[in-house]
């Protein structure tokens, strides 16, 4: 298969054939094509060092373990995402959702439910997809899941944030060396670029950005271009229409089938040169323990396109990184310590989590503003009331191909409420104790912005995104943060306290807020950690 996402030769592999034999969904591998992976690990392997997740704190560690020499083994619970399906496409269409698009779900669950009265979401074939939308008592949780991570699904807004603000985000980081070495380090590394303002100002595509800017413009708020690791020659082609149409063609929350520079194509891509690393998707690690020889004794569930367990695998790994994300590894280490696998994990372990303050509002405009029926589903551009109000909101794409005369926003803002994981041994599930209404300091900070635009355009909130009459997206999370915080639950390089050789990498160390979108902080967070964790640890 040409998907083979095994680099090195060390571990024990299966054939395709047996490994879709052994999945019990053949009518839905045929009816969506196959993503799976050749990769397995093979049980009872030994490994110097295993990750947990294959996003951007992983592929971070991966490629810098590699690169030191060592030989790693990565866990990830979603697929592959190498293998077209049916239609031709590995990824599908955010305007024709199907069983690709959600993990585990048989109706699709749309940030945006409701389009002018009507309900959006429909029913799917229950598959092993590309974005979780895991549902807590007081919020839902967007995720991607497959080798890629969050990178796969997201917007793909790459932003580091402002050099005064790094104090609130990260207090025991040297600030001098992540902006002198690790955030430009993260930024090469992902491939991150702006676009040409040249373009941007008269491209169709980016007519909904112009309307944000202009109206952002007139009540007088800095609106900054955001960069993107979008491949913006790729945008412009797509515009002239000489190459098959990626961000143009609405893909977005379903995987982005070209343009995007998904880890698949930088970080992924690099630790798959190095020949050290396997990947084995389709395989969800369910405890972490000390073995008796010295390690941990890793338990790996082996899942088919169901999500069914086919094979429980037991693995010894010398040193284990988590990168399930803040949620993922969250809930990992909350079960490890109250199941006593993990008991001397110490009491920060699941506390310290927010949502970055995300909250969703759309903008309803006159007639003679149109956003314009053809839009990027690459947002590029924000309005930065950070200081003042204590929000930044990106001006998102609303990529329905109709125009919609809406102007549509996902604000990120300073909200202090933070949620904490806990144990839930009835259910024999992890909690999360976020309540709806702590979003109210999210909407007020939104609404330094969108009430004075509307007042001074004559313009209102749009009621019908969300649900019926109902202004606010407050319902959800595209960035979860923390859960397992830096010089917290961790040393402050990420070392777990009371168990040497286990590591947390991902965004779980980043305390609720990064004040702009999530991903570089992580990845150059990941960097100055594994960068430390290589010198001292190896
Ligand atoms: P993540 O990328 O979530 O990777 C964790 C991986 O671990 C996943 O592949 C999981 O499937 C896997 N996993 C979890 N549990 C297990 C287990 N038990 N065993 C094996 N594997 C497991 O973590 N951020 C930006 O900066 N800019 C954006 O424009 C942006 N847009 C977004 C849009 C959407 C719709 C979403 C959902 C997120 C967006 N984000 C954005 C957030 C960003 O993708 C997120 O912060 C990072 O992906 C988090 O990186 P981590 O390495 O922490």
């Not at 979780?132 to 917007?155: C, H, W």
């Amino acid at each position: 298969m040409s998907g083979d996402v095994a680099c090195g030769n060390r571990s024990k592999h299966i054939s395709r054939r047996s490994f879709l034999a052994g999945t019990g969904s053949i009518l839905g591998v045929a009816a969506l094509g196959s993503h799976t992976a050749a990769a397995s690990i093979g049980d009872g392997a030994r490994v110097p060092a295993l990750v947990i997740g294959t996003g951007y704190g992983g592929s971070v560690a991966a490629l810098r373990l590699a690169q030191a020499g060592v030989d790693v083994h990565m866990i990830e619970m979603g697929m592959a995402w190498d293998t077209p399906g049916a239609d031709g496409k590995i990824f599908a269409n955010t305007t024709s959702p199907d069983g690709r698009s959600y993990w585990l779900r048989t109706k699709t669950k749309q940030p945006l439910s409701n389009f002018l009265g009507f309900q959006i979401d429909r029913d799917i074939p229950r598959y092993t997809g590309i974005l979780d939308a895991e549902e807590f008592g007081g919020i839902t949780v967007y995720q991607g899941r497959g080798v890629g991570g969050g990178s796969l699904v997201n917007g793909g807004m790459a932003v580091t944030p402002k050099r005064e603000n790094f104090a609130a985000i990260l207090p025991s980081v040297d600030a001098e060396e992540m902006y002198g070495t690790y955030y430009p380090r993260a930024n090469a590394g992902l491939g991150v670029g702006t676009i040409d303002p040249a373009w941007f100002d008269t491209t169709d595509c980016y007519q909904y950005a112009r309307v944000g800017r202009k109206h952002a413009q007139r009540s007088g708020f800095p609106f900054v271009f955001v960069p993107t690791v979008y491949d913006w020659d790729y945008m412009e082609r797509e515009a002239a229409g000489t190459v098959p149409r990626s961000a143009l063609a609405g893909e977005i929350l379903y995987g982005n089938n070209y343009g995007k520079k998904s880890l698949r194509k930088t970080y992924i891509a690099q630790l798959e040169a190095t020949g050290r690393v396997t990947i084995s998707p389709l395989h969800k690690v369910t405890s972490v323990a000390p073995a008796s020889g010295g390690g941990y004794t890793v338990v790996i569930d082996q899942l088919n396109s169901s999500g069914d367990t086919t094979a429980t695998k037991t693995v010894t790994a010398d040193r284990v990184f988590f990168a399930a994300g803040s949620v993922g590894t969250s809930k990992l280490l909350v079960t490890l310590k109250a199941t006593g696998a993990l008991p001397n994990l110490n009491n920060e372990i699941g506390k310290s989590w927010g949502d970055n303050g995300n909250v969703m509002c759309g903008r309803a405009n006159h007639l003679w503003d149109p956003t314009g029926s053809l839009q990027s589903a690459i947002p590029t551009g924000g309005i930065d009331n950070w200081t003042a109000g204590g929000a930044f909101a990106e001006v998102a794409p609303l990529p329905t191909g109709i125009e919609t005369w809406a102007s549509f926003y996902l604000s990120i803002t300073k909200n202090p409420n933070r949620a904490e994981f806990s144990w839930n041994a009835a259910t024999g599930k992890v909690d999360l104790s976020w309540q709806t209404a702590w979003k109210q300091p999210s909407i007020n900070a939104a609404k330094t912005i969108f009430d004075k635009i509307n007042a001074k355009e004559g313009t209102i909130y749009r009621t019908d995104l969300f649900g019926v009459y109902k202004i606010w997206g407050d319902h959800l999370t595209y960035h979860p943060l923390g859960g397992a915080v830096l010089n917290k639950a961790t040393d402050n390089y990420g070392r777990l306290a009371g168990y040497p050789g286990l590591y947390v990498i991902d965004g779980a160390l980043v305390p609720g807020n990064t004040s702009v979108n999530p991903f570089v902080t992580i990845t150059a967070l990941a960097e100055r950690n594994i960068e430390k964790i290589i010198a001292t640890d190896l």
